[in-house]
């Protein structure tokens, strides 16, 4: 059974180039772990206006083969320095772990 980890951040500065800086900084930080099956991150489409869509400025998705291979990402030294490089400018931080096939 494949794990899809799903992380919606809601930023303090929530410009557009605050935006692309934490996309950034996924790509650099969270794409080279072994398991991954799947990874997107990006912002939040701004035309569709469903309040729904409203909660978010960045989504990361990101598909493990399994389990295990998500919770070795979890404590690695890269997640960890992409934590430390964005977390001041996270308002809030809404994780989504499901079971996927």
């Known amino acids: 059974?494949?794990?899809?980890?799903?992380?919606?951040?809601?930023l303090k500065d929530s410009s557009a180039e605050a935006c692309q800086k934490?996309?950034?900084?996924?790509?650099?930080?969270?794409?080279?772990?072994?398991?991954?099956?799947?990874?997107?991150a990006g912002t939040r489409e701004t035309d569709y206006q469903r309040p729904v869509n409203q909660i978010f400025d960045v989504a990361l998705h990101v598909v493990f083969e399994d389990r295990a291979a998500h919770d070795v990402y979890q404590t690695s030294d890269n997640h960890m320095a992409?934590?430390?490089?964005g977390k001041d400018n996270w308002e809030k931080v809404c994780v989504f772990d499901a079971n996927v096939s």
């Open 1 to 10: 059974m494949m794990l899809s980890h799903m992380v919606y951040f809601t």
């Open 22 to 40: 934490l996309v950034d900084a996924c790509h650099r930080h969270l794409t080279q772990h072994d398991g991954i099956k799947f990874f997107a």
């Open 82 to 85: 992409f934590i430390e490089e």
